[in-house]
């Protein structure tokens, strides 16, 4: 890697730490798509982007936790962007988060930067006690991809991120509980909750 590029990672490097703005995918600030996000074909670019990033990691200098967090959400922002068939629409953007998890927008002037006006699309999170990979659309679907044996879970990238989340204090009993739902289920998930009590005896 060059110097400038080192520069740039290092620079990106501390306003991850304190990045807040959207970094909640379900709270109420955050716009969203209702355009459907084929979850399969972004778990095979998620973990395939994984297995290339940490295969060119091999034998380089490594960088900090920081930038090695930051470089992989662009490689993934860039692999989202070069899929075939088309993940979407308009141009994806990845925001690194605090607690490891990774989150997908409508990056619509190409910026790199989540602005106001840009829908969030799905977030990534690993689950290291179960070895897998979840992807949760801003819907409530929910789909996940297991590792092949451990040598993810052993090399820097997936290291760092689950060290990551202990710092960040994410509940891994519930991220491990984490089930797939279909988009299907998700929505009358949700239509349940809205009738309230009204649905009793129903």
Known sequence: MNPLSMAKYGLVAVAVI???????????????????????????????????FEENAEGEPQLGPDETFIAFSEDLAENYNAAQPALHTKPIG?????????????????????????????LIEVD????????????????????????????????????????????KSALANKQPVTAKAAASARARAGSGSHSSGK
């Open 94 to 122: 990845v925001a690194p988060k605090t607690d490891a998890s990774l989150l997908a927008y409508e990056d619509l002037n190409s910026n790199n930067e989540m602005d106001q006006n840009e829908d969030a699309l799905f």
């Open 128 to 171: 290291g006690e179960n070895s897998r990979v979840i992807a949760t659309s801003r819907s409530g679907a929910v789909n996940d991809h297991h590792f092949s044996g451990t040598s993810l879970l052993a090399g820097y990238l997936i290291g760092s991120m689950l060290s990551r989340q202990s710092a960040a204090g994410v509940n």
């Open 18 to 52: 304190g990045y807040i703005a959207y970094s909640n995918f379900s709270g109420p600030s955050t716009s969203y798509t209702e355009e459907s996000i084929d979850l399969n074909a972004v778990l095979d670019v998620t973990v395939d982007t994984i297995y290339a």
